[in-house]
């Protein structure tokens, strides 16, 4: 199995402050078809998990600019350019190009 | 809109079954591999079961391999999870996921599964 190491795993941030949260797989993520499917979720308390990111950079519809994703291969990178209140939560990298599909363990976003 | 409602959850004792239901909506279900996902209380996401189009491919997390068995309706647009010899370590909210070719887009509200006696 692929497994999916975060770093931090908890970040007190500042508001207006950027955030940036790493995310490092144990083999390449290239899949055959030549796509990366590396994902990000968060999953603010209480509720499920909603996709921000998908195939590394690509923002899904309605997430807003100031979060960006980068990276290739095994090393990945999940940046917030000015953390708001409604960042707060939990963040997960997520691998989709092999079964079985898996997760990385979460960091915590709060506020300082 | 799609949806994807997952029910059936509920308190179970260790050692006994629960089948889980997930009714989808708004898209044509027999196109897609639906997955099962998990997250105990408190903790992170886990990939637990999937299927492929028309049930001929089903594959299982080790954790669970041997006691769960993943299936689906497509006339009825209804996936399951049946659920035997549960233990504690089971006891989880279940999320039934579309696959988008290598990520997730729609979470239910997921069926919390506990065990306990």
Redesign the interface.
């Known amino acids: 199995d692929i497994v999916m190491t975060q770093t931090p795993l908890s970040s007190p941030v500042t508001l207006g402050q950027p955030a940036s949260i790493s995310c490092r797989s144990s083999q390449s993520l290239v899949?055959s078809d030549g796509?990366t499917?590396l994902?990000w979720?968060h999953q603010r308390p209480g509720l499920?998990?909603?996709?921000l990111i998908?195939?590394i950079s690509n923002r899904?519809s309605g997430v807003p600019d100031r979060f960006s994703g980068s990276g290739a291969g095994t090393d990945f990178t999940l940046k917030i350019s000015r953390v708001e209140a409604e960042d707060v939560g939990?963040y997960?990298c997520?691998q989709?190009?092999q079964?079985?599909?898996?997760?990385?363990?979460?960091t915590k976003v709060e506020i300082k | 809109e799609v949806q994807l409602v997952e029910s059936g959850g509920g308190l179970v004792q260790p050692g006994g079954s629960l089948r889980l239901s997930c009714s989808a909506s708004g898209f044509t279900f027999s196109s897609y591999w639906i997955h099962w996902v998990r997250q105990a209380p408190g903790k992170g996401l886990v990939w637990v079961s999937v299927i492929n189009t028309d049930g001929s491919f089903t594959a299982y997390a080790d954790s669970v391999k041997g006691r769960f068995t993943i299936s689906r309706d497509n006339a009825q647009n209804t996936l399951y999870l049946q659920m035997n010899s549960l233990t504690a370590e089971d006891t989880a909210v279940y999320y039934c996921l579309r696959g988008e070719g290598g990520y997730y887009v729609y979470w239910g509200q997921g069926t919390l599964v506990t065990v306990s006696s």
């Open positions: 899949h796509n499917y994902s979720l499920p998990p909603r996709l998908y195939k899904f939990v997960y997520m989709g190009t079964l079985p599909w898996t997760f990385g363990q979460g």
